[in-house]
């Protein structure tokens, strides 16, 4: 469907009768002004030193709910555990230890002309949350023309200025690089460079990634209950905002706000969510996905101990379905036993991994190199080394893993030969 005929249907969505075409000198033009478009959007007209930007503001109380919780709730696990986002940066601090009010943590999200990024994208919506005395706040600041760009980014800067911390889903490598783009454009100064900025994205993907992808629509309905309903389709912002542009009737981006209300929010709960699992550790997990997610962020910001609480707790669960993460959690238990020279619990959980079945794959082949280390280095009991070098010379994945494998096999052999004349020694002699 080319652009034409996508506005034709937007128009027809939305009751929108086309508008005549705007010509040089028409003073009986039908262009709406700023103040309607304004009007139209449920916002006002803030006026800067480089010309006026209109901005929509929204309250929504602790009572509200966006899904299973209640804003006051999400609030209130953000305030208890503000000392822990820190953790879901995976150690990039930066100053996110010294923020000690949840009204200075900015949820921000873009609602831009492409997904393509570059110098020809424009970030036409910019939405900002916050949890305010338990309730939650939204600002956003709207491009009412491509030539009003500098006096939104002055908006934006102002805004940004109050943020002791930004949280973003991907916004490390969408939202932030646009804007900054754009300001390069103009050449005005980046706001956001000194600001910590914590991207929801990846902690998402180590607590809840699977099969059905880890986007935000998906999490908000999976994590915390939210459906949406007559939500206006992704695909189509750009083209409304096309159509605004080019008449500007703010009608059809009035769905466009609320989307990106109802995105600000989601974000806000499934970060209240994710801090306070890392607040409560392990028990605070629902199941063996997120608390080996839990475990793997403990490990990369240096929590071993809380890492390794996790991984077990991964590794004991034994509901239908889970063997796949329990391999995993009991491979990165192993890890850890062995970083920690405990040697004994490491084997037991390369044990349990070739107890499950973990079939020819890098796991196994893992365990199984494990295991033949700690019984020929560890243990001594080299029949049982021998018999995983056999194993692993099988189970090889490539030649060189081969070849490594019938050195080990070949040592082994020697040392079984020695084993086995100390034996017969032994006996003649008596």
């Not at 949820?107 to 997904?115: H, I, N, P, Q, V």
């Not at 999490?219 to 912002?237: N, Q, Y």
């Amino acid at each position: 469907m080319n652009a034409s005929s996508l506005i034709s249907r937007l128009r027809d969505v939305a009751g929108v009768a086309a508008q005549p075409a705007i010509t040089r000198g028409d003073v009986r033009t039908t262009r709406p002004t700023l103040a309607h478009v304004a009007e139209a959007l449920g916002g006002d007209i803030h006026e800067g030193q480089g010309g006026c930007c209109v901005v929509v503001d929204r309250w929504y109380t602790s009572e509200t709910r966006h899904g299973d919780l209640t804003i006051g709730s999400c609030a209130d696990m953000t305030r208890r555990y503000m000392k822990d986002l820190s953790v879901l940066n995976a150690a990039r601090r930066n100053g996110i230890d010294r923020v000690s009010d949840e009204s200075a943590i900015h949820f921000f999200d873009l609602e831009t002309t492409g997904l393509a990024g570059g110098a020809g994208t424009y970030a036409f919506l910019v939405g900002f949350g916050a949890f305010v005395d338990r309730s939650f706040f939204t600002r956003q600041l709207f491009l009412t023309g491509y030539g009003a760009e500098p006096p939104l980014l002055e908006t934006v800067a102002k805004w940004i200025s109050r943020a002791g911390v930004l949280v973003s889903f991907n916004g490390r490598t969408f939202d932030a690089p646009i804007l900054e783009t754009r300001y390069l454009f103009h050449r005005m100064t980046v706001p956001f460079a000194a600001i910590p900025h914590i991207d929801m994205l990846p902690a998402s993907r180590r607590f809840w990634s699977g099969e059905e992808g880890c986007s935000l629509r998906i999490l908000e309905d999976a994590i915390a209950g939210v459906t949406r309903r007559g939500d206006v389709p992704g695909a189509e912002i750009p083209a409304r905002y096309v159509h605004y542009a080019r008449t500007g009737d703010a009608r059809l981006l009035v769905p466009v706000f609320e989307h990106n209300r109802l995105d600000l929010l989601s974000l806000a709960v499934l970060t209240s969510i994710a801090v306070r699992m890392v607040g409560e550790g392990a028990e605070a997990t629902r199941d063996a996905r997120e608390c080996l997610g839990l475990g793997r962020l403990y490990e990369r910001v240096g929590l071993d101990e809380r890492a390794t609480t996790c991984y077990a707790r991964a590794a004991s669960d034994q509901t239908q379905n889970a063997d796949g993460v329990r391999i995993e959690a009991l491979r990165w238990l192993a890890r850890r036993m062995r970083r920690e020279s405990r040697h004994d619990d490491a084997a037991e959980a390369w044990q349990q991994i070739l107890a499950l079945g973990a079939a020819e794959s890098p796991v196994m082949r893992e365990a199984v190199h494990g295991l033949a280390v700690h019984h020929e280095h560890r243990s001594r009991d080299l029949r049982a080394a021998h018999r995983l070098a056999l194993r692993a010379v099988a189970a090889a994945a490539n030649e060189t893993h081969r070849a490594q494998a019938r050195h080990r096999l070949a040592r082994l052999d020697r040392k079984l030969g020695v084993e086995k004349k100390g034996v017969e020694r032994a006996l003649f002699e008596r």
